[in-house]
Every structure is written in C-alpha cells, then in structure tokens.
C-alpha cells in the first residue's frame, strides 16, 4: 500500500470520527438524546379519545370523543372552540429547550405546586401519554413540562405560537361546556311553537307536512288568518333554529328562581322528528327605569329597547341571550303570509 492511500484512508476514518463527535455535541447543545423519550409530549390527534385534565384545587375535567363531538365530565356537550385549543396544544407541543441545571429545581418546585396533570388515552381507555403542565420562565416564552415518571423538565411551546400553553388546560366548570341552545336542520323539525302569553293572537304552531308545512294559532280563540301560507318563510324562519347559541350560563344566578316565576315574554317549543322537545322561555332583562307612572308608581319601559333576555330551559340550564340573535325566533303569526 503506498503512502498516499494510506493517507486518503486515514483521512476518511478521522473525518467520519469527526462528523459522529459534532452530531453528538450537536444533540448535548439541544438537550436531545438518541432516545429522548422524555422529549416527546406530543400526541397525533387520530389516537386521541379522551384526555383528562385536574389541577392543584381539585378541579376535575374528563372529555370524551362521541362521534364528531366531545363530552365533557360523561353529560355535557364539550365547548368545540375550547376542545380545539387543548387538541391544538396537545397535538403540536414540542420542547423548545432544555433548561440549565440551576433553572431545575425551579421548575420542579412550580410544577409540584401548580403543576396541572394531563392524560391522554386512546381506544380501550389505553393511557397513550400523561405529563405535568406548569408555568412559564421569566421571560414567559414558554411552558415548564415534565413527562409522568421523568426527572428532567423542559421548558416546551407550540411552532408559530407564544403564550403559556397551562391556560389552554386551565379551564374548568362551565366554560367547558357547550352554549348551543337550538342546533336543528330544517328537515329535522316536526313542529315549533311560539306562545306570547301577553299576545295571544300573535302566538303560532308551525309544523312539518312530508315537504311542505302548515300553520295555526296556538290558541284556539284565536281566528284563523284564511290566506295561504308562504312557504318560503316558513323555511326562512326554521332555518333560524340553526346553531343560536347563548351569551353564557347563569345557572348560579341568585334570582334565577323568582326570575323563572315570572310570566314570560315568550316562550318557544321545538319538537324535533326524533328527540325530546326543548322549551326556552324568554325573560326581558329591561335598562334602567325611565320614570315612574304618577297614577300607579309603577316603572315605565314604553319604548326602551331590550338588549338581552333571561332565557330559563327545558333542560335545566338558564342562559343570558341577546335580542340581536334572539330576534330571529320572534315572529307573530300573521307574518307568514304574503
């Protein structure tokens, strides 16, 4: 073998041993490992089928895919926005850095104090993933994370994000909880009727005939109006039974109870073609007073708007909504007809 092969070859086998130190000095700078198993948080979301949430105060939150939803604690129908930011969070994490040594114990402290447990299982209730969420550094570009059973922290985000992912895993209670009250499609409604206790010749039941529909007062002393119906606006107004959500739940309202006593503005029965019908009566919330009636002392509202409504449902729940969307289910009955 002569003196420039020998060389060529001992070039190579430096060169290679080179480029094997640098690719593992490279993974020691990034905090990686070859197994970096305790790097890895994130989930695909094709896997995901429940994922349970609880933190230091004893909040528990358990959400479960049901078809193209989610159920929030086994009863509720889960908030999608809300389920989509903590699906968003799991299925994107990644670490963004591996902490110095001093920043350790830090860490550990905040994630043992307000450290909020994740755990992610898919089919079979199988326990995919469970990790620590915690707090953020200094300089609030970033989450503290630990896996369950690891001893090294990280401090991970979401790509193109900046925020404290804790946030997206902090929500509790009601703001889980879906606000939709009517979410049908036309061809699901059997009937809908609309009851104005104070306006009785105003109040209606619409219903389904096969492809058509057909319409009469609610109450029977009410006269019939003889002209056809339109069609067209029978459709229009189901069409507003569509995804009408409320403003918020005010279950917890101390005046819930002598609110609900009250007579109702109106109230609104959907009966679908398979289902429970769903009832919502309507409560004006009125501004304030705009005087006093000299002959009875009574407040006068004549001729203020109503911006909201106390709405008490069949299902249990009581809702704040907003007449701008509510409008849409407050027509009277001769306004059918052209």
Known sequence: MNRTVLLLMVFLILA??????????????????????????????????????????????????????????????????????????ITRVRV?????????????????????????????????????????PPDERGTYMILEGAEQPYVAEIPSWEGNLRFRFSITGKHWRDETIFDYDVEDIKSVSVEYPKQRNKSFVLE????????????????????????????????????????????????????????PFTKITVTPKSGTPKTLSLFPIYPQKSGIDKETGEAMYENIPVERYFADCSNGDFFLVQNRTTKRFLWAYDAFFE
């Open 208 to 263: 389904s005939k096969g492809e058509d529909f057909s319409i009469k007062p609610f109450y029977e002393i009410t006269p019939v109006i003889e002209k056809e119906l339109s069609q067209g606006l029978a459709e229009s107004f189901l069409i507003g039974f569509d995804n009408f959500m409320a403003e918020g739940f005010e279950n917890d309202n101390p005046g819930r109870d002598s609110i609900s006593n009250l007579i």
């Open 16 to 89: 290679g041993a080179t480029a094997i130190f640098m690719m593992g000095s490279d993974d020691k700078k990034s905090g990686s490992s070859t197994l970096g198993e305790d790097r890895n948080f994130a989930v695909p979301a094709e896997e995901i089928q429940k994922i349970f949430i609880a933190d230091r105060e004893g909040s528990r939150t358990t959400l479960v895919r049901q078809g193209d939803g989610w159920i929030y604690n086994g009863k509720y129908p889960a908030k999608p926005n809300a389920v989509e930011n903590v699906l968003d969070a």
């Open 96 to 136: 963004r850095y591996k902490p110095a040594d001093a920043a350790v114990d830090n860490m550990i402290r905040s994630l043992a104090t307000e450290g909020i447990k994740v755990e992610i299982y898919g089919k079979g209730d199988e326990l995919i993933k469970a990790y620590y969420v915690g707090g953020a």
